[in-house]
Each structure stands twice: as C-alpha cells, then as structure tokens.
C-alpha cells in the first residue's frame, strides 16, 4: 500500500516527494505497488526510484535526460 495523505493527494505530488510503501513483499513488489498508484492518478509525467527500503522518491520525466532528473 502506498501511503498518501489529504483529499485528492495524488493531483498535488511534486518531483522531490518521497513516497512510504508498506506490506510489500520484496523490493519488486513495492516498485509495483507505486507504478500501479502513479498509472492510476494519471501520473504519468513523474517517474520514482528507491532510496531506502520501502521509500520512493519522485521526479519530473522529460524528454531530455539530463533535464529528467533533478
């Protein structure tokens, strides 16, 4: 489960948000878990990485890869 806070949070992520996955199995299960919750928000104009167990930091996808990644 991704954890989100406030009415309609997904409309008000911002790159630089880090994102708290709980229950996940394995690391692959969490990275789904937070694909499936950005798909679902129509979030496709942000991307995520792990940087530690079960926390995702989001970023701005671009199409300039020197720009993509803040």
Do not use: H
């Amino acid at each position: 489960m991704v954890a989100t806070l406030g009415n309609n949070p997904a409309k008000s992520l911002k790159p630089g948000a880090v994102l708290a996955v709980s229950g996940a199995r394995s690391e692959s299960e969490a990275q789904r878990e937070v694909a499936d919750f950005l798909q679902l928000s129509n979030r496709t104009d942000l991307g995520f990485f792990l940087i530690s167990k079960d926390y995702f930091l989001l970023y701005m996808k671009s199409g300039n890869s020197i720009s993509g990644i803040a």
